[in-house]
T-cell receptor
């Protein structure tokens, strides 16, 4: 089946550690996105990539890094510089001008 | 700057009745798209309906329709014949189109939690 997969579903991190969230899509979409969602809030854009080997900062990029070495993959690293990383992280991909398809999300908790 | 406002933090509706979820937006882009997503408790975002700013008719998708009033900058979602499975968070979102696309970035509202009563 075509779609977007994110792993892991739940992730626990100690303070000071970097962690990487996986996002893979087999939809052959050029554009991919990472959003952050805090409880009771809408989604905010962290990073996006419109093409392989290129990515742009979104509204809340500080403390995060990404790479886009393959069209199918857009991993997000939450670094120790991110002051409040506990949140729900959603990856999305898009082709054309309309619908963004979302993955199932990763819930990150800092212990 | 673009902004989406959803003024209803929570809504209740009786099963089989219709419900309207409010969404107002602000943008200076002449060409834009409006989206509604459903987020069940499991967390995934499910696309429901899309309306382009130049579309002459209101969008409909099954039990979902979008009441688009461009002059008032509103894009309300109407769910007809509510079902228990409709209980979820609903998000209104917006994006510029064409040269205003900004990489496809979506701007989201705060969401409305809908509860359907049996």
């Amino acid at each position: 089946d075509g779609g977007i997969t994110q792993s892991p579903k739940y992730l626990f991190r100690k303070e000071g550690q970097n962690v990487t969230l996986s996002c893979e899509q087999n939809l052959n979409h050029d554009a991919m996105y990472w959003y952050r969602q805090d409880p009771g809030q809408g989604l905010r854009l962290i990073y996006y990539s419109q093409i392989v080997n290129d990515f742009q900062k979104g509204d809340i990029a500080e403390g995060y890094s990404v790479s886009r070495e393959k069209k199918e993959s857009f991993p997000l690293t939450v670094t120790s510089a991110q002051k409040n990383p506990t949140a729900f992280y959603l990856c999305a991909s898009q082709t054309g001008n309309n619908e963004q398809f979302f993955g199932p999300g990763t819930r990150l908790t800092v212990l | 700057a673009q902004k989406i406002t959803q003024t209803q933090p929570g809504m209740f509706v009786q099963e089989k009745e219709a419900v309207t979820l409010d969404c107002t937006y602000d943008t200076s882009d002449p060409s834009y798209g409006l989206f509604w997503y459903k987020q069940p408790s499991s967390g995934e975002m499910i696309f429901l309906i899309y309306q382009g700013s130049y579309d002459q008719q209101n969008a409909t998708e099954g039990r979902y329709s979008l009441n688009f009033q461009k002059a008032r900058k509103s894009a309300n979602l109407v769910i007809s014949a509510s079902q228990l499975g409709d209980s979820a968070m609903y998000f209104c979102a917006m994006r510029g189109l064409g040269i205003y696309n900004q990489g496809g970035k979506l701007i989201f509202g705060q969401g409305t939690e809908l509860s359907v009563k049996p």
